[in-house]
Structures are given as C-alpha cells and as structure tokens.
C-alpha cells in the first residue's frame, strides 16, 4: 500500500475525515526509496522498535545526518497503524524551528522508517540531571533519584508512563496482575537520541529555554494539533543547542477523548485527562507548567513524594507541585496559572509566549536553579501545601 493510502486510511478510521494535509501528491513527496539510508549507530529502543543514526543520500551526491526511526520486524497492525499517524501528523506539523521534523520516510515494505531531523544533543531531561549531577556531590543525588520503595513508592522510572482504564470507574491504576505499569529503563524503552557532551548551561541558555518550548507548542496549537506527552523527555536539543518539541506518537488533532487503555504519563497530565480522558491545547499547557517545574528543578520528578495512585486524589484536592527552591516568584506564578482546574482560565500558549517575552522576570536565575544541596527539591516533604484548589 501506498504511504499516502495507507495514511488516509488510518486518518480517516480515528477522524472520520480527510488528513488537513490532504493532497495525495503532497504526501508522496515524503516518500524515499530505502536504498538512499544508510544505517549507522543504534541511539535508541523500546517496544516500538529502535532509532539509528543514519545518512541520507541527497540530491546533487551529498548527505544529511538523520534520525531513523523504525518499527521493529513483529509490529502488530495496530503499531503500524500509531506509525502511519505519527507520520502523518509530522507532515501535518510541519516546518518550525523549535519542533523537530520529518525529513521522510520509507513506507512502501516493512519495516517502516521515518526519517527525522538529528538532535545530537539529546533530551533536556538528561541535559538538566547532567547540569545538576556537576553542581552536586553526584553519589548522593543518585541515592535520592534512585531512591525506591519509601513507604510503598515506587521510582521515577516505574511511573512515568501509566496505565490508566477509562471505561470502568472507579477508574483504575493497576494491571490485571495488581502491578503497576512501567517503563523500567527510560533509556531502554524510550526513543531518546544518544547524546554529546552535555551543553554548558549559563544563566542565557538557562532564559530561552521556556520561551523556546513555548514557541514550538504554539506553532502545535495553531495547527490544531495537541501533543499529550509534553515534557522535559521530549523535548530534544540539536547541535546548536535549540529546543525542539519531538515525540508525537501520542498526538492528536483536534480536542481527543482517549479510548484505548494504553499507558499514560499520569504526572504530567491535567486533571481532565485523568479523570474523563480529554485532551485539548490546555491539557498541554498544563503538561508545559509541569515541564518548566522539571527545568526549574534541574529535572526533578514531579510528585516524588506522592504514589501513582495518590497523585489524582492530590490534585483533586487542589494540591499542586511546589515552587521550586528559590525559583522565580513570577514564574511559579505562571505555572499555577496553567494548572487552573477550569480549562479556559489556563492561558494559551500565545498567551504563554507574550508573558515569557515581555516579562524576563519570569525566567528562573541561575542562582534560584543552583539552591544548597539540603534543599532537596526532588521531595515534596518540605513544602507546605494549600488544600485551597488553584483558580
């Protein structure tokens, strides 16, 4: 089949409707044969398949770095169908500076390639825990992030991803077998992209990187897309050190109401996806609020303090994450703006960008992300919090 048949067909079977890209022709211009990819160093795997790095032949004899992401030979037809979307809502995004691209792709035999734009980088995640880990004594920092099991709690990389059952309330944390679902090796099972020497991050770098985001969520919001897995994981960071928005395996077009049971990040997600399965452009900014109390944290885990099972009741209660040890007032501010409970009190990301530009206050200083290393602000058990919902 076709990329552009099979495209169509997988847009139509979620939507009901025809693709916004719509024009067969625009679509097969994506298409390249396999022979022009050369595979080079796996970067990346999980249970979708894997990532290499890889050069693609060019018109005129030169070459471009890429990603290739590929499926693995056993996909079922419901992954090559979540590929096929993938692709088709890359082609739907689009160019922007702070999102990354799709090159193009090779869907014609198995197994399938999407070609996308490198970020030798890495993800922001690990650049803020590598810029934490050198300011720190790094043995104990790895004793508190590692640290499992306190009073019942699981890990952070037991819990970033979260199966959640929308069809039967109460509704359900919990596999068939009572354990929680996980992701047990994010580098593993991740599509992250092998990363270079950390960037150096000074108080400049530290300034842009929300407005970046920002910027790239507003280019999504206006395309109607909505991305539902917004956080520092994916955020990716290419060789000039720009922030680029990646990862849409779980995006939609359009407001969403999600009915598979698949595993969600729970931690990131606004109070009516975890309770009704909705998603729309605020439920990504608030995921964006929860990305900058990562940055903030120099890659904290949110709730750390809190089990999968204990975060919905605490947001329901009006509970939110704290601010950040020393961080901006006026940024925290922000945040708490993106996580009101009523959808159109949050501001859109234009919104967003407007604040984050004219107001440079809200950017974090450096000396607010670097506190004492007794302020543990992985943990929540030193904060106050207001039982009072945030309006």
Same mark, same amino acid.
């Given at each position: ?5 099979? +495209? ?25 044969? #396999?022979? #022009? ?65 799709? +090159? ?19 993800? !922001? ?38 199966? +959640?059952?929308? /069809? ?30 950390? !960037? ?8 842009? &990187?929300?407005?970046?985001?920002? !910027? ?35 995006? #939609? ?22 309770? /009704? /399965?909705? &998603? ?22 949110? &709730? ?18 704290? #601010? ?27 919104? +967003? ?13 450096? @000396? ?6 007794? @302020? ?10 207001? @039982?009072?919902?945030?309006?």
């Amino acid at each position: 089949m076709r990329i552009v048949e099979a +495209i169509l067909l997988v847009w139509h079977k979620e939507y009901n409707s025809s693709p916004p890209f719509a024009k067969k022709n625009d679509s097969e211009e994506w298409e390249v044969s #396999r022979s #022009r990819v050369h595979l080079g160093a796996l970067i990346g795997s999980g249970a979708f398949g894997r990532v290499h790095a890889a050069l693609l032949d060019m018109p005129g004899g030169e070459t471009l770095t890429v990603a290739a992401k590929m499926l693995s030979d056993n996909a079922t037809e419901e992954e090559m169908q979540d590929f096929l979307r993938e692709i088709a809502m890359l082609m739907h995004v689009g160019y922007h500076k702070h999102v990354i691209r799709l +090159i193009a792709c090779c869907t014609r035999q198995t197994p399938l390639i999407a070609l996308l734009e490198h970020a030798p980088r890495g993800d !922001l995640l690990t650049l803020l825990r590598s810029a934490r880990n050198k300011r720190y004594d790094t043995r104990k920092t790895y004793e508190s992030n590692s640290e499992s099991g306190v009073n019942g709690r699981p890990s952070e990389a037991d819990t970033e991803y979260t199966n +959640i059952s929308d /069809s039967d309330p109460p509704i359900h944390y919990e596999n068939s077998d009572g354990k929680l679902y996980t992701e047990t090796d994010l580098e593993k099972t991740k599509d992250h992209y092998v990363a270079e020497p950390a !960037l150096h991050l000074d108080s400049s770098t530290m300034r842009d &990187y929300a407005l970046q985001v920002a !910027l790239g969520m507003r280019h999504l919001e206006e395309r109607g897309i909505i991305h539902r897995d917004l956080a520092a994981r994916n955020i990716l960071v290419d060789g000039a050190g720009v922030l680029k928005v990646a990862d849409f395996g779980l995006s #939609r077009s359009g407001v969403y109401v999600h009915t598979r049971l698949k595993p969600v990040p729970l931690r990131w997600l606004a109070p009516e996806a975890i309770y /009704s /399965s909705k &998603y729309c452009s605020a439920s990504d900014v608030w995921a964006f609020a929860v990305l900058l109390w990562e940055i903030a944290t120099l890659g904290g885990f949110p &709730y750390a303090e809190l089990s999968n099972h204990q975060v919905p009741q605490f947001l329901s209660n009006g509970g939110r994450l704290p #601010r950040p040890a020393r961080a901006s007032p006026r940024l925290y501010q922000l945040m708490t703006e993106c996580w009101s409970d009523k959808l159109e009190d949050r501001p859109t990301f234009a919104q +967003i960008v407007d604040k984050l530009t004219v107001q440079q206050q809200l950017y974090v200083d450096l @000396d607010c992300v670097f506190p004492p290393f007794e @302020d543990n602000f992985t943990s929540l058990k030193d904060y106050t919090f207001t @039982d009072e919902p945030v309006r």
